[in-house]
């Protein structure tokens, strides 16, 4: 930047002094002028310097914009990763020190303090503290994270990993009569690690407890006693009790709308996969020597044109691969972005597409002014058309008047969100309706233009479904609302806040967007467990969806334990055998007969298991 010219005239000038060849690349100076460059001496601030001087300078914001694009976290010098400082590592508990132990996986450390034998006084002395020790790593194991260590970054764990350490810590506490309330607790779950969820949550419930569980998993469901089933739809259709009883009861009930998709005699029997003859197959990408995180230096190859589902327990290497390898592996090959990938040897293949596309749960907006109609591009023509009626002419309104991201229309208090946040200094800060506009967004004026009889607020607080009645004279509106009916959207509001969403609400929305343009062709779509959050219906839909992407011309790579999905996979990649350092291999690789005949494939014996055969 033209900021630092300074302190680039000072690093060639002190280069030359030094006799350094500014010409040679970084990587073939010698050891001695590298350092010289790095630390500086008392002529020159060298880089460490420089950045030194700039965390002085953090209040600034391009100063922070600066850093971060240079800086990036790397091994500590000082305590080499262990957090503490020297003398800490001086004390010993049977020739091992706390950084040593806490690398060890929690079934090396169960299995350490199992064999522990200690003096009197030691036992006097750590008596009680070993109890808990032991104690709390048997429930580690208990949950089925013993391939963790320690020293594990908690924001490098997986959603159903961390879920089971909450667990584990509950348990830990020994509570009774208190209320647990879980929202989806089998979220990234296996169908294997959600027998070992049910078995904590009913020893939880033995110890006193109350649980209350929002979950679609048919395995909870089916261990439940009580349940209450919400509905009828979605939206502004649900909201009511649809049943509320005993769960043998359950499944005489003629309302509910789940029941069908449990009775294993009305499940849909297993579609004809496309086929695929991988040796001979000429659209593939071929991803090698993979060996980030836990996989072992695996070869695998991705079929286009059709349905992949890599699928394996919890922990066995799925996301690595998928999320943080092959995607950024690929987007980097077709200059899309560059992000940090996990360690491969070769990639071939990619020039069977043009993009790649990875959905994930991420909100489509964090701001309030965005929402569904304005992420597809729809609320364009809507302003087009409030603009063009004969009141907003006589005034001389544009369609930027209708727009709530700019000053002209929106209400100037709230800024076109509706309400106002106040900041509650210590505490969580306050939302009320804005008192200006009443959270209409807009002001009162811009209000009396009418379209058949609706304002731009009241138009914006349709349903999709209502939408599409109203503007059914105008395609370029209807079409994109009639992919949110295909992907099950069609109780949302045309503008609810995209900060409102749910996770699975939000991934649906971007595979709309991808359904109402018309660019699948030679598009490669990851997605990260879509079915998170969705009901049995939705996850019908969203099989519909992606069937209908890949007719298109698309392909599309799924991760996933949902054996809805997996059993319409035209091709599964299944990881294991189990999770950490036993997993990172490719259990079978092919179609889904394949996969239910391989006896060490875990996921394969369970889709056996839920299909009946």
Same mark, same amino acid.
Not at 128 to 139: D, G, N, P, T, Y
Not at 309 to 323: D, E, Q, Y
Not at 429 to 458: A, H, M, S, T
């Given at each position: ?60 914001? #391009? &100063? ?29 508990? #049977? $020739? ?13 450390? /169960? ?17 009680? &503290? ?78 006193? @407890?109350?649980?209350? *569980?929002?979950?679609?998993? #048919? ?89 992949? !589902?890599?699928?394996? &327990?919890?922990?066995? %290497? ?35 597409? @043009? ?13 309030? $002014? ?29 369609? %930027? ?12 208090? /709230? ?23 009443? %959270? ?31 503007? &059914?004279? #105008? ?63 939705? !996850? ?17 790579? *799924? ?55």
């Amino acid at each position: 930047m033209p900021s630092a010219e300074q302190d680039k005239k000072s690093l060639l000038t002190f280069a030359k002094k030094q006799k350094i060849n500014t010409q040679e690349p970084w990587k073939d100076l010698p050891k001695a002028q590298r350092d010289l460059i790095w630390n500086g001496n008392k002529d020159f601030f060298g880089v460490v310097g420089l950045f030194k001087y700039l965390e002085q300078m953090k209040y600034k914001m #391009h &100063v922070r914009v600066f850093i971060s694009r240079y800086r990036s976290p790397s091994l500590c010098p000082e305590c080499h990763g262990s957090r503490l400082r020297k003398e800490v590592q001086t004390i010993f508990v #049977h $020739r091992k020190t706390i950084m040593q132990l806490t690398s060890l996986t929690i079934e090396d450390l /169960c299995s350490f303090f199992e064999k522990l034998q200690l003096t009197t006084y030691e036992s006097d002395v750590a008596g009680e &503290v070993l109890k808990q020790i032991r104690a709390r790593l048997s429930f580690l194991m208990r949950v089925g994270v013993h391939y963790l260590s320690l020293d594990r970054e908690t924001r490098t764990l997986s959603g159903g990993e961390y879920q089971r350490l909450i667990l584990a810590n509950q348990l830990g506490m020994g509570l009774s009569q208190a209320l647990y309330v879980l929202d989806e607790p089998t979220v990234g779950l296996h169908p294997r690690d959600n027998d070992r969820l049910i078995s904590i949550l009913k020893d939880l419930r033995n110890l006193g @407890n109350t649980l209350v *569980v929002v979950e679609h998993d #048919h395995d909870v469901i089916r261990n439940s006693e009580n349940i209450i089933e919400m509905g009828p739809g979605s939206g502004y259709l649900g909201g009511e009790v649809v049943y509320a009883g005993r769960t043998e009861n359950f499944y005489e009930s003629k309302e509910s709308i789940t029941v069908p998709y449990l009775l294993p005699q009305k499940r849909q029997p297993l579609r004809e996969g496309r086929p695929v003859e991988i040796e001979n197959y000429r659209y593939k990408i071929e991803l090698k020597g993979c060996k980030g995180h836990n996989l072992k230096n695996i070869d695998v190859e991705f079929p286009l044109n059709r349905l992949v !589902v890599v699928s394996g &327990v919890s922990g066995s %290497g799925k996301s690595t691969l998928v999320s943080k390898t092959l995607y950024p592996a690929l987007a980097r090959k077709l200059d899309l972005e560059y992000e940090p990938v996990q360690e491969y040897s070769k990639i071939t293949g990619f020039d069977s597409i @043009n993009n790649v596309l990875l959905i994930d749960q991420s909100p489509i907006g964090k701001s309030a $002014r965005s929402s569904p109609i304005t992420y597809l591009k729809a609320f364009d023509a809507i302003r087009s058309l409030m603009a063009s009626t004969p009141e907003s002419k006589q005034r001389g309104y544009t369609p %930027g008047t209708f727009s709530l991201n700019v000053d002209g229309g929106r209400c100037p208090a /709230c800024k076109g969100t509706g309400y106002e946040e106040i900041d509650m200094q210590f505490m969580d800060n306050v939302i009320l309706p804005c008192d200006v506009c009443d %959270g209409k967004k807009y002001r009162p004026e811009i209000l009396e233009v009418l379209f058949q009889n609706k304002n731009v607020y009241q138009i914006l607080m349709l349903t999709v479904a209502e939408a599409m009645n109203f503007f &059914v004279a #105008h395609p370029n509106i209807r079409k994109p609302l009639s992919v949110l009916k295909e992907v099950g959207l069609d109780y949302l509001a045309l503008g609810q806040p995209a900060n409102s969403l749910s996770g699975g609400e939000s991934q649906r929305l971007k595979i709309a967007k991808e359904l109402s343009q018309v660019t699948q062709k030679a598009t490669l779509y990851i997605l990260d467990e879509p079915t998170t959050g969705l009901h049995f219906k939705e !996850v019908e839909l969203l099989m519909k969806v992606l069937h209908k992407l890949i007719e298109a011309g698309g392909s599309v790579i *799924v991760v996933e334990h949902n054996l809805d999905v997996i059993k319409s996979a035209d091709y599964v990649i299944d990881m294991g055998p189990e999770a950490g350092k036993s997993g990172g291999y490719v259990v079978v690789a092919g179609t889904v007969e394949k996969l239910m005949a391989a006896k060490k494939s875990l996921t394969g014996q369970y889709l056996k298991k839920y299909l009946g055969k």
